[in-house]
C-alpha cells in the first residue's frame, strides 16, 4: 500500500469512527419508561366507570382445546380499566407494585434493585397497564351463581415493608352470595416471589365450588430489556412446564393462531419470558391443573393455567392459591419457587456446556467480585483447558506457511494435470507430516463451547448494569465509544498475519475483509460478548506466535525442499 492510499484511508477511518459514535448518541437511545400509575388513578373530580356486569375476563375452557382452535374466548372490561380506579400500592425492598381492587390484578410491578438504564434513577417496569406496553399479572375465583369480576375492598391504599419487618401481608375483602372472601398477597424481604390465595368461609347454606385462576396478559410491544442491538436476540414469548415437557416454548404468533392446545397435568407453571425478566405462575405442585392459552378482547397473549375445583360445604373453609415471580432471570431464586423455573434462562440448544461455565462464571466472581474480570479468567481457563486441540491445529498451520513456497511450486509444475498434482501434493504432505484438515478440525471441536459461552452472557442477568473498568460501565450493552469492537478486528487481523496465505486469490481477498466484516457486527454487541472474543484472540495470538516461530526454526520441517 502506497504513502498516499494510506493517508487517505486514515482519515476516512476516523470520520467514519466519529459519525458511529455521534448516531448511536443520537439514535441508539431506548424508548421512556411508563412511570407508576399513583395510588388514586383517576384525576380529581373525574367519574370513575363502574365495572362491567357480567364481564368475566378469566373464563377458562370447558373443554380440551385441539391445536389449532382459539376455544373460548376470553373478554375483557370494555367498560372500564385499572387506569380509572384507585389502585393498591405495596412497597418492599425489591418489588413496587400496584393492585386493582376491581379483581385483584398487578397491573404494575416496578424492580427497584434494576434500574430501567445504567444511568437513570428510575426502576425497571416490568409489569405495566399504560399506552406504551399492556402487561399485567391477573388472578381470579369462580364461584358458582357470580358472573364477572370479584371488587374487592382493601383495608388500605398503600402498604410498605419497614425495616424490622421480613414479611408483608395485604389482605382484599369482599363478600359473594354468602360467602365471605379474603385475597391475601404475601411478600417476603429480598424476594421477587408473591404468594396469591384466596381464604374462602362459606357462611351459605349451599355447597360452592370455587376455582383459583392465574393468567399472564401481555400485548405484542417490543421487549424493554432488550435495547437497540445487533445480532441474534433473547426470547420473546410465553412458555410452560409440565412432569412430561420441562421447558416448552409459545410463541406469541401461536397463541394468535390458537396452535397451543389445552394441556391437564400435575405441577406445571406458565410464564411470559423476555431478556433478563420473567413472569410466572406456579401452582401448587400437588395439584392437577389446566394450562391453556389464549388471546382476550384486547388481543393481548394470555397464558394461562386453571386449578382444580374445590367444593366448600356450608359453614366449611377452604384456601385456594399459587405463587406469582415477577423479576429476574436468577436460577437461585426462580428453583425456589417451581421445579425446572430456572429454564427460562434459556442458554440454548448447548445449554448442558453453558450451564458448567456460568457456575464457572459464578464461583469465580464470588471470588474477586467483578464480572468484566471474571469473564477475562473464565475465557482464560477456558482457552487453557482447550489448549491441546489449539496446538495441534497452529502446528499444523504453521506447517502449512512454512511449507507454503514448496506447495506453490508444485501447483505451478502440475497445474495443468490436477490428477498428478493431487498425487503430488498427497506424497508431499506424507513426507512432511502435514494433516490438511489438521487446522479445521480442532477449530471444530471447539466451536461448541464458544456457541455456548456466547448464549451464557447473552442470558446472564448479573451482567445487565455490571462494570468492568474504566469506560466500560455495562457488561450487558455495547461498547459506547466501539473501542473493544476496533481491538477484536486488530487482533483477527494479527492473527491472519500468522496463518499461511490461501492459495486461492479470490478467497486469500476474502480473508482480509473478514476482520473488517466482524469488526462491523460487533459494535453492537454487548460489552461483555466482545471481551471474551478480544481476550480468546489475545490468548490465540501467543499461542499461536509461538508455535510458529518454533516450527520455522526446526530444520527437520521442510528439509530438502527444492527451491525454484
Not at 405495566?128 to 357470580?146: I, K, N, P, T, W
Not at 404468594?195 to 360452592?208: C, G, H, K, Q, T
Not at 406458565?270 to 405462575?281: E, G, K
Not at 389446566?290 to 374445590?310: C, E, H, M, W
Amino acid at each position: 500500500m502506497d504513502v498516499k492510499r494510506l493517508l487517505l484511508l486514515i482519515p476516512l477511518a476516523v470520520l467514519a469512527y466519529l459519525i458511529v459514535v455521534q448516531w448511536n448518541q443520537d439514535y441508539g437511545q431506548v424508548a421512556p419508561e411508563p412511570a407508576a400509575p399513583s395510588i388514586t388513578a383517576g384525576a380529581p373530580g373525574e367519574e370513575t366507570a363502574a365495572p362491567a356486569e357480567g364481564g368475566d375476563d378469566l373464563a377458562v375452557p370447558t373443554t380440551p382445546r385441539a391445536e389449532g382452535d382459539m376455544g373460548q374466548e376470553m373478554p375483557g372490561e370494555p367498560a372500564t380499566t385499572s387506569r380509572s380506579r384507585d389502585l393498591v400500592a405495596v412497597i418492599t425492598d425489591v418489588l413496587d407494585v400496584r393492585i386493582d381492587p376491581q379483581g385483584g390484578d398487578i397491573v404494575y410491578a416496578a424492580l427497584p434493585q434494576h434500574r430501567f438504564t445504567l444511568n437513570s434513577d428510575r426502576p425497571y417496569v416490568l409489569l405495566s397497564d399504560s399506552e406504551s406496553r399492556s402487561y399485567v399479572a391477573r388472578s381470579g375465583l369462580q364461584l358458582d351463581g357470580h358472573a364477572g369480576r370479584i371488587s374487592f375492598t382493601p383495608e388500605s391504599t398503600e402498604y410498605r415493608l419497614t425495616e424490622n419487618d421480613n414479611r408483608l401481608e395485604v389482605d382484599l375483602a369482599a363478600e359473594v352470595n354468602g360467602v365471605d372472601l379474603i385475597k391475601r398477597f404475601t411478600f417476603e424481604r429480598g424476594s421477587y416471589a408473591v404468594d396469591v390465595n384466596y381464604y374462602l368461609a362459606n357462611r351459605s347454606e349451599e355447597p360452592v365450588n370455587a376455582r383459583f385462576i392465574g393468567q399472564l396478559a401481555r400485548d405484542n410491544s417490543p421487549d424493554p430489556s432488550s435495547g437497540p442491538a445487533l445480532g441474534m436476540r433473547s426470547y420473546l414469548g410465553a412458555a410452560y412446564s409440565s412432569p412430561d415437557d420441562r421447558y416448552q416454548k409459545v410463541d406469541f404468533e401461536d397463541i394468535q393462531a390458537g396452535k397451543f392446545p389445552n394441556r391437564d397435568v400435575e405441577g406445571g407453571w406458565v410464564a411470559i419470558i423476555q431478556h433478563y425478566f420473567v413472569s410466572a405462575w406456579a401452582p401448587p405442585q400437588n395439584q392437577q391443573n389446566l394450562y391453556y392459552a389464549a388471546t382476550d378482547s384486547q388481543s393481548r397473549n394470555v397464558a394461562a393455567f386453571a386449578g382444580p375445583i374445590s367444593s366448600v360445604a356450608p359453614d366449611g373453609e377452604a384456601r385456594l392459591g399459587a405463587t406469582l415471580y415477577m423479576g429476574p432471570k436468577v436460577q437461585d431464586y426462580m428453583e425456589t419457587v417451581a421445579p425446572n423455573l430456572r429454564l427460562t434462562v434459556d442458554f440454548g440448544w448447548l445449554w448442558f456446556i453453558a450451564n458448567p461455565l456460568f457456575w464457572l462464571l459464578d464461583q469465580i466472581h464470588d471470588l474477586i467480585g467483578n464480572w468484566g474480570w471474571s469473564i477475562v479468567l473464565l475465557t482464560v481457563l477456558v482457552k487453557l483447558a482447550m489448549w491441546p486441540l489449539s496446538a495441534k491445529a497452529y502446528k499444523s498451520m504453521a506447517r502449512m506457511r512454512k511449507l507454503g513456497p514448496e506447495m506453490q511450486r508444485l501447483k505451478e509444475q502440475y497445474g495443468d494435470d490436477r490428477q498428478k498434482m493431487s498425487q503430488e501434493m498427497m506424497k508431499f504432505y506424507q513426507k512432511e507430516k502435514i494433516n490438511p484438515l489438521g487446522g479445521c478440525l480442532p477449530i471444530l471441536v471447539q466451536m461448541p463451547v464458544f456457541i455456548a459461552l456466547y448464549w451464557m452472557l447473552l442470558e446472564s442477568v448479573e451482567l445487565r448494569h455490571a462494570p468492568f473498568m474504566f469506560w466500560i460501565q455495562d457488561l450487558s450493552v455495547k461498547d459506547p465509544f466501539f473501542i473493544l469492537p476496533i481491538l477484536m478486528g486488530a487482533s483477527m487481523f494479527v492473527q491472519q498475519l500468522l496463518n499461511p496465505t490461501p492459495p486461492d486469490p479470490m478467497q486469500a481477498k476474502i480473508m482480509k475483509m473478514l476482520p473488517v466484516v466482524f469488526t462491523f457486527f460487533f459494535l453492537w454487541f454487548p460489552a461483555g460478548l466482545v471481551i471474551y472474543w478480544v481476550v480468546n484472540n489475545v490468548i490465540s495470538i501467543a499461542q499461536q506466535y509461538v508455535i510458529t516461530r518454533k516450527i520455522e526454526s526446526d530444520p527437520s520441517v521442510g528439509k530438502g525442499m527444492k527451491t525454484k
